[in-house]
């Protein structure tokens, strides 16, 4: 089993990038999937929740850092995830990772994560 992120690389703040997330090995419509990213010098324990997409339904959920300018979409027929990153930030940039998660929930975006993560891909917005 493998998630694979791609997409990242260096943008201007302002800009925009698309990042990917593609299984195999798994089918994506059996779980909800959430993107989190880990800042510079911060470690595995303290990677943040950024979005999450429900399998059910897709019903989508944001961090509070991200909300009304990034958009998590899945194509499960693709057996991939997106982030769509827009309005970037010098603080935005860190390292993000897809996972699986145990479920999507409004308060504190994933109740659990899966067995299954990516390699992550970086991403860095100059000022």
């Known amino acids: 089993v493998q998630l694979v992120e791609s997409g990242g690389g260096m943008v201007q703040a302002g800009g925009s990038l698309r990042l990917s997330c593609t299984a195999s090995?798994?089918?994506?419509?059996?779980?909800?999937i959430g993107w989190f990213r880990q800042a510079p010098g911060k470690g595995r324990q303290e990677r943040e929740g950024?979005?999450?997409?429900?399998?059910?339904?897709?019903?989508?959920y944001y961090g509070d850092s991200v909300k009304g300018r990034f958009t998590i979409s899945r194509d499960n027929a693709k057996n991939t995830v997106y982030l769509q990153m827009n309005s970037l930030k010098p603080e935005d940039t860190a390292v993000y990772y897809c996972?699986?998660?145990?479920?999507?929930?409004?308060?504190?975006?994933?109740?659990?994560?899966?067995?299954?993560w990516g390699q992550g891909t970086q991403v860095f917005v100059s000022s």
């Open positions: 996972a699986t998660v145990f479920l999507c929930i409004p308060s504190t975006l994933v109740a659990g994560t899966g067995d299954y």
């Open positions: 090995g798994l089918t994506i419509d059996g779980y909800d």
């Open positions: 950024v979005a999450c997409v429900t399998n059910v339904d897709s019903t989508t």
